[in-house]
């Protein structure tokens, strides 16, 4: 059926089902919601990052109390981005994967979300309270565990030994993905990064006694030959649902970029170091996880912007159509950058208070960007090195 036809009967049925809710739907729900407090909701299951964080804020919620316990969910989506993941979901919540259930709702959103039968299944904001009071809820199976266990065993990777999730954002999912929306991806390249720059931080794990797990579903390329055999390109030898969800769920923590594969590790409670940050209103969610960001640059003269000049101009907002990118530009960070901030990350992972690290411009960085958001100070932190290193873009 062509793609006309199918959208001159569609109307017609949305019409019907919108009126059906209406007359019928709307009356009954009010008639039972002294009883029960039903609502209904559509999972993301697009995008990992969205599957994972959505569908976990709802579980968190439950968890400290901010829903009533006599409601109930109706949830529905298809396709997941990660079946393994999706199916854990579906071990906590009410999720039916059904495709005339998930259109109906779908049809039905413009009018039930303005009612409070309306689950949103959105996060659009840092959730920094509801991130740092509730816990992760999804478990592994005993044979899941099993499964997972065993394919570490087969890197070379012991019950005693730990290891790091690596993943850097780059254009080669999105495009495969999605490739007739390849000009709308262009638009949001400002959030790509380079693996290249993650190996320093990289060999400084194996130093350590860790080893480094390349994720990726697909990737720009594979990491290059003759490496240190303690940093294993997962992404291009291994790769499958199970373990892009296990893995991050079991690593010491996880290096990462603005990417959602990180959000698989938040919502199991792991620790975040987040490299290549294009946004200043988005860090990592739990008191304990790092961040550092790109910074902005004239493309003419190369001089930095200060925080506050890029700002202005739009920067570090989400917006992909900011014009100012003709003469401007943001600049991966550096291997030293991002090595510093995963030498950050296991000096604060064992504990180790450093007295050479001087937090006072990154806690003005917080109080200058972040301390007017609900609950920030439960926020990721920016890195101390980096904030040190670029005081005078942040003292202005």
Same mark, same amino acid.
């Given at each position: ?103 109906? =709702? %779908?049809?039905?959103?413009?009018? #039930? ?7 949103? @299944?959105?996060?659009? *904001? !840092?959730? &920094? ?20 266990? =065993? %394919?570490?065993?087969?890197?070379? #990777? ?7 999730? @690596?993943?850097?954002? *780059? !254009?080669? &999912? ?223």
């Amino acid at each position: 059926m062509s793609r006309s036809v199918v959208s001159v009967v569609r109307w017609p049925v949305v019409l019907v089902v919108r009126v059906l809710f209406i007359i019928v739907g709307l009356p009954v729900l009010f008639i039972l919601e002294p009883l029960w407090k039903i609502r209904f909701g559509l999972v993301y299951t697009n995008r990992i990052g969205h599957l994972a964080g959505n569908t976990d804020i709802l579980l968190r919620k439950q968890q400290i109390g901010d829903t009533d316990p006599k409601t109930i969910n109706i949830l529905a989506g298809v396709n997941p981005a990660n079946r393994q993941l999706y199916e854990m979901f579906k071990r906590h919540l009410p999720i039916y994967e059904s495709k005339g259930l998930t259109r109906i =709702l %779908f049809y039905l959103r413009p009018l #039930i979300r303005r009612t409070r039968f309306w689950e949103p @299944m959105e996060w659009n *904001d !840092p959730d &920094y309270r509801i991130f740092n009071e509730g816990k992760a809820t999804l478990v592994f199976t005993d044979e899941e565990e099993k499964r997972g266990r =065993l %394919f570490l065993s087969g890197l070379g #990777i012991g019950e005693d030994d730990w290891f790091v999730c @690596m993943h850097d954002r *780059d !254009p080669a &999912y999105l495009d495969a993905y999605m490739p007739t929306e390849k000009e709308l991806w262009r638009a949001r390249d400002f959030r790509n990064c380079s693996i290249d720059n993650y190996m320093k931080a990289a060999e400084y794990i194996t130093s350590k006694g860790g080893f480094v797990i390349r994720m990726g579903a697909i990737v720009d390329k594979p990491l290059s030959g003759g490496r240190n055999s303690k940093i294993i390109d997962y992404a291009t030898t291994h790769r499958s649902d199970f373990l892009d969800i296990y893995l991050p769920a079991k690593c010491r923590f996880f290096l990462g970029s603005d990417s959602g594969l990180f959000v698989v590790s938040a919502i199991f409670d792991v620790p975040i170091a987040l490299a290549n940050n294009p946004f200043i209103l988005l860090s990592p969610f739990r008191r304990d996880d790092l961040f550092i960001l790109k910074i902005t640059k004239e493309k003419k003269s190369s001089k930095k912007l200060t925080f506050d000049e890029a700002l202005s101009l739009g920067f570090y907002n989400n917006r992909a159509e900011n014009p100012f990118f003709d003469e401007h530009e943001m600049i991966e960070n550096s291997p030293d950058e991002i090595f510093e901030l995963t030498q950050e990350m296991l000096e604060s992972l064992e504990g180790q208070k450093s007295s050479r690290l001087d937090t006072s411009v990154r806690d003005y960085y917080w109080q200058k960007y972040i301390s007017e958001i609900p609950h920030s100070e439960l926020s990721g932190h920016l890195g101390a090195r980096f904030a040190s290193k670029y005081k005078n873009l942040i003292r202005t």
